[in-house]
């Protein structure tokens, strides 16, 4: 309360401090006359008694101030240096610019890279609760992380105390007949109480019932926000509208909300019940779904990792022949979901803090420069009464200044930023990544900006004031002053520099290791060349194409029809394009060798008679396919040369035989060839193990064409997508993509291309603030030195020597920077050593080439003050004196 | 300059002013006109630390301010007691009884 009256009396006075000065000046005066008064009552003359007076009175400026600053709320003074810093930087607009500019491409690049982070890493996933949702997967000695079988789902979903609740779902294509032809729209498939499980409510309609997941229940689907937007134009009319998905019929029962994104399924559009009627859900060994569960109240994610885990093994026991080695693995769905570009995203903050602390130790040191030249001015001030508060209070307002045009102009480069590199994200990465779609410059990011901006002033404000207490008035006021505080100002501002000079080497190696590892990424031995090749997935929905047979006469029409066309060499189908994923693994066991139970795990693919030819692949030995291969016994397979070394080391592979775990006859293979290695995995993965069944022998409904052509394989792409419609209407065709486009927009690629760019620009802007750093400190040294400079040569220096002298300064702090930066690259590569791919985090020549290129440019930066040191004329350097 | 006048004791001024407000209200130079013949011209209150500390006293609403006329038919702001400087002059004084009572008692002690 007392508090209240006394702001409410601060607040009237500072409102009325007009008057309240006026009062104060008229209470003044009428003491003085008083005092004037009794000077000439005690006898004196009438001049002497009035100048009595006032010297008894002292300084009515000073009083006044003083008065004003125990009632008022010092704006008044506040204001006045604001005007005052305004004006002064306004009067140095070179220095003012750059400093302002320096620190908003500092603030600029930190704030960009923290919306990215905060989109990513810190905004909770927009379910309920979303700390207690968990993925749940199977895990496998071979594979790590597996899917879960839809049996094991449910034996899984029964038996545990741990979730409240456990629901599942599986990528889906539908095919959708639309005006520009027959398209594939990837949908997902879940278990009616997914919705539930992640918290989320309709928009529109209602959510799955119980029931509808069974097999039988009538067609039913949701859709996306951004689907019934784009398909339906938002018309509230498609509740309870029938679609034609895949030949079959669903009933439109809900939309999703609008704030709606599942990152695991980003791209979908179309969520229908997952009804188990497939071939695969019916067995427990094939594992074809991910889980997604709440856990109960008061359970941690490490108690449901046990339990999950002791589920596992009950039914591994029960089940050893399709369970056996199948633990189960549980991971907080927001890691899930984010976990492939945490690492990234906080390299990339490492870079931008790094950037950000080189424009402000830049800034710093050119403030301490002009601190240096003010200290005329401030000595004057300090002299003509301004108290140390007043002076230092000027400092901080003049920081606050400079950073809040930093920050101002670094929320502007933020957001142009934002845009570039949202716009560099492919559509397929930003499905992977939906959180990124609402990325702006929002409450999280300003605070974040602002809490910069403020350190930043602190330092700011901090450094001149620290530097001008160490000096004193009288030192300040003599016109040559140059004594010890010069000698300060150059420790300080070559710490500075060397701070800055070891900065810039750290980013440096980062951008370099991260350049260097994405050359690797992108030249990785794929064992086929990638160059005119022209791929694009089909799929034929099983209304339209009930019999294997007819599958398997579509593809033949196809690639007959493909190898037709002018310039294509050869085509071929695979149910996985190369280079792509190592999915699709199969569990083998050879023919006549002991077995102890353990699953061989192999990459399973079907491929066509022209599948190799097209690759171009090496043939090491057997045979390749023909179109003429038919359902025989055994059946033909080729493996990959790592198939050949791993499981018959010393032999010929070809001849040999194998199945499946239980060897079941129908099962048997026999190798007919061997195949050189080449990449069916992401391309930093390494090769395992491969087996290629023909198409013929095992179809399926969706495939990938791959063309080899001797013209533009980009100019083909439509021309295939045509060819599929034109033998079936109702077959879909999406991802139309060059296999050199597939390569290097590849998740792996991306992520490598945007590290390396970004960490590479924050290395080269940290490049030139580093040698315009060293650049300052020198030319300072060599002005403050000049008639050090020309008594040397006054005394017979040679101009070769002075320049030695100047670059020998130089020298010892581009030495100590570098020094100082290779134990700093080498520290702070080893966080990223798990990013990096083909390179070690202290790789040397990286290192020496990094130390080289900032040593020669940090050297040719004070080439030029050392030079001007050099011309000095020593008759003009002395009489300056 | 040259006078060799002892300096308040720190944190007095205020006290002084309270007490001197106790009889009649009084302007500024009033104030120290007062404070300096009653304590015989030993005790000289530096107008750079009384208007000051007068704008501190009002803050704290131990004293109010109005113009007046003075009997020269002169404006002048006479400063007047409140209740709550009342109050806190008591305060201050029995603090100020204690802290004075306590250095003799160390002095005669010293002396002993």
């Known amino acids: ?75 008044e003074g506040m204001v006045q240096d604001l005007r005052f810093a305004f004006r002064q930087l306004r009067k140095n607009p070179g220095f003012a610019i750059t400093a302002v500019l320096i620190l908003a491409l500092g603030i600029g690049a930190g704030a960009a890279i923290f919306a990215f982070v905060d989109a990513a890493l810190i905004k909770p996933l927009p379910y309920a609760d979303p700390a207690r949702l968990a993925r749940i997967t199977e895990s496998d000695a071979a594979v790590g992380l597996a899917n879960i079988s839809y049996p094991d789902y449910v034996d899984w979903k029964r038996l545990n105390h741990v979730f409240a609740a ?32 992640l918290g989320v409510t309709p928009a529109l309609g209602r959510d799955f019932r119980e029931g509808e997941d069974l097999p039988g229940a009538p067609g039913t689907m949701m859709l996306t926000y951004g689907a019934w937007q784009r398909r339906f134009s938002g018309r509230a009319d498609v509740i309870g509208q029938s679609v034609n998905l ?17 990152a695991l399924r980003g791209n979908a559009d179309f969520w229908a019940p997952l009804q188990p009627t497939s071939e695969c859900e019916k067995r427990r060994d094939c594992h074809s779904l991910y889980a997604v569960g709440r856990l109960k109240d008061g359970v941690t994610m490490k108690s449901a990792q046990a339990e999950m885990q002791s589920i596992a093994q009950k039914l591994e026991i029960r089940y050893p022949d399709s369970n056996r080695g199948r633990g189960a693995s549980i991971v907080p769905l927001a890691d899930a979901m984010v976990g492939n570009v945490r690492p990234m995203l906080l390299v990339l903050l490492g870079g931008a803090a790094l950037l950000l602390l080189i424009a402000c130790v830049n800034v710093a040191s050119l403030l301490l420069v002009r601190s240096e030249s003010r200290r005329r001015e401030i000595a004057v001030r300090g002299a003509l009464g301004a108290s140390p508060a007043r002076l230092s209070c000027q400092f901080v307002i003049e920081a606050l200044v400079l950073a809040a045009g930093g920050c101002a102009f ?66 300040g006021l003599a016109a040559g002053g140059r004594g010890s ?119 399973e693919r079907r491929v066509s008679a022209g599948f190799f030819s097209t690759l171009q692949t090496r043939l090491l030995g057997g045979r390749y396919f023909t179109d003429t291969e038919t359902a025989q016994t055994p059946q033909v397979v ?62 399926s409904n969706s495939f990938s064409l791959m063309v080899r052509t001797s013209r533009d394989e980009k100019a083909l792409l439509p021309e295939l997508a045509r060819i599929v419609q034109e033998i079936n209407p109702s077959a879909g065709t999406d991802s139309p993509a060059t296999m050199m486009e597939r390569i290097d927009g590849s998740q792996v690629a991306y992520l490598h291309r945007s590290m390396a760019s970004l960490v590479g620009a924050f290395a080269a802007i940290a490049l030139l603030l580093g040698a315009v750093g060293i650049y300052g400190i020198v030319a300072y040294s060599v002005s403050r030195r000049t008639q050090e400079i020309g008594v040397r040569m006054a005394l017979g ?8 002298l100047i670059l020998k300064e130089a020298g010892v702090l581009i030495g100590a920077g570098t020094a100082l930066g290779i134990a700093g690259a080498i520290a702070a590569a080893l966080p990223i050593r798990k990013l990096l791919f083909g390179v070690q985090a202290w790789d040397a020549p990286t290192l020496i080439g990094v130390a080289l290129v900032l040593a020669g440019v940090a050297f040719a930066a004070s080439l030029i003050p050392a030079r001007r040191a050099a011309s000095v004329d020593p008759t003009e350097a002395l009489r300056a004196e | 300059m040259g006078k060799n006048q002892p300096d308040l004791l720190p944190g007095t001024l205020d006290m002084l002013i309270l007490k ?93």
């Open chain 1, 410 to 475: 670094g929320l502007g480069i933020a957001d142009a930023l934002m845009r570039i590199l949202k716009g560099l994200v492919s559509t397929d990465m930003m499905a992977a990544m939906p959180y990124l779609d609402g990325l702006s410059i929002n409450a999280h990011v300003l605070a974040f900006a602002a809490v910069v901006a403020l350190l930043a002033a602190g330092l700011f404000s901090l450094l001149p004031i620290r530097h001008l207490s160490c000096s004193d008035l009288r030192e």
């Open chain 1, 166 to 197: 456990m629901d599942v779902f599986t990528g889906a294509a539908y095919s959708l007949r639309t005006p520009s032809g027959t398209q594939n729209i990837p949908g997902v498939r879940v278990s009616t109480g997914f919705f539930r499980t």
């Open chain 1, 638 to 699: 080729i493996v990959n040369r790592t198939f050949a070394r791993k499981f018959f080391p010393g032999e010929d592979a070809v001849g040999k035989q194998f199945g499946d775990p239980q060897l079941t006859p129908k099962s048997i293979e026999q190798i007919v060839g061997v195949v050189d290695d080449f990449k069916e995995e992401a391309l930093d993965e390494e090769v395992d193990p491969a087996i290629y069944k023909p198409y013929i022998e095992d179809t």
């Open chain 2, 20 to 112: 001197t407000l106790t009889r009649a209200p009084l302007h500024g130079y009033g104030i120290a006109q007062s404070i300096k013949r009653l304590s015989d011209d030993v005790l000289t209150v530096e107008e750079g630390s009384l208007y000051p500390a007068l704008q501190r006293l009002l803050l704290q609403g131990w004293v109010k301010a109005e113009w007046k006329m003075t009997d020269t038919r002169r404006r002048a702001r006479y400063y007047t007691l409140t209740a709550a400087g009342r109050k806190q002059l008591g305060l201050e004084l029995s603090q100020f009884e204690q802290v004075i009572g306590a250095i003799g008692r160390v002095l005669r002690d010293a002396e002993a």
């Open chain 1, 485 to 603: 505080t010069g000698n300060l100002w150059r420790r300080m501002g070559a710490n500075l520099v060397v701070i800055e000079l070891a900065t810039a080497i750290v980013l440096l190696s980062g951008a370099g290791l991260l350049g260097k590892s994405l050359y690797r990424l992108l030249h990785v031995e794929l064992g086929f060349a990638p160059d005119h090749l022209a791929t694009i997935s089909v799929s034929l929905p099983d209304a339209a194409f009930p019999q294997d047979s007819q599958l398997v006469e579509f593809v033949r029409q196809l690639t007959d029809r493909v190898d037709a066309l002018p310039g294509v060499r050869s085509a071929g189908v695979t149910n996985a394009l190369p280079a792509s994923c190592s999915c699709n693994t199969d569990w083998i066991r050879l023919v006549g060798r002991p077995y102890n139970g353990v699953h061989l795990t192999v990459v």
């Open chain 1, 246 to 262: 895949s030949g079959e019929n669903f009933t439109i029962i809900g939309v999703l909300p609008r704030g709606f994104e599942f």
């Open chain 1, 797 to 804: 220096a040679e101009r070769g020597a002075v320049c030695r």
């Open chain 1, 1 to 75: 309360m007392a508090n209240l009256i006394h702001f409410a009396r601060r607040l009237t006075i500072l409102f009325r401090r007009r008057r309240f000065g006026s009062e104060l000046d008229e209470e003044m005066a009428f003491h003085r006359e008083q005092a004037e008064r009794e000077y000439i009552a005690a006898g004196m003359k009438a001049e002497d008694a009035r100048f009595a007076a006032l010297r008894s009175f002292g300084n009515a400026a000073r009083i006044r101030e003083k008065s004003a600053e125990v009632a008022g709320f010092h704006i």
